[in-house]
Every structure is written in C-alpha cells, then in structure tokens.
C-alpha cells in the first residue's frame, strides 16, 4: 500500500529547505577541503625533492 499523500506547512517545507541547503554546503566544504590538503601535499613534497636535489648537488648530503 502506497504511503499517503502528507500535507506540508510552509514552515515545515522551509525547516526542509534549511536542512538541506546546510547538509549541501556542508559537502561543498568538505570537497573544497580535501582539494586544498591535496594540492598542499603535492607542493610539501616538491618543495622537499627540491631541497634534496639542491643540498645533494652541494655536497650537503651524505654519500650512501
């Protein structure tokens, strides 16, 4: 048996609109979050293969 067609408040339809335009900014923090610490890894770890690579070609480095 279908579920029965339930009258909403206007209020009750702006609580919804509400929630879900919070649930949805929400993601989009997350994403835009997740791409930041992406980006900073990836130039902590070229920034620290550029430091090696010009302490090594110094002579700083200890020779294995």
């Known amino acids: 048996m279908p579920p ?8 009750q339809i702006e609580a ?4 879900a335009a919070e649930v ?3 993601k989009v923090y997350t994403e835009v979050g997740k791409s ?7 130039l902590t770890g070229a920034a620290v293969l550029g430091l090696a690579m010009w302490l090594s070609s ?3 480095l200890p020779k294995g």
């Open 24 to 26: 949805a900014l929400e």
């Open 36 to 42: 930041v610490l992406k980006k900073l890894a990836w």
């Open 58 to 60: 110094h002579g700083a």
């Open 4 to 11: 029965k067609d339930i009258p909403l408040t206007d209020d």
């Open 16 to 19: 919804i609109a509400e929630r």
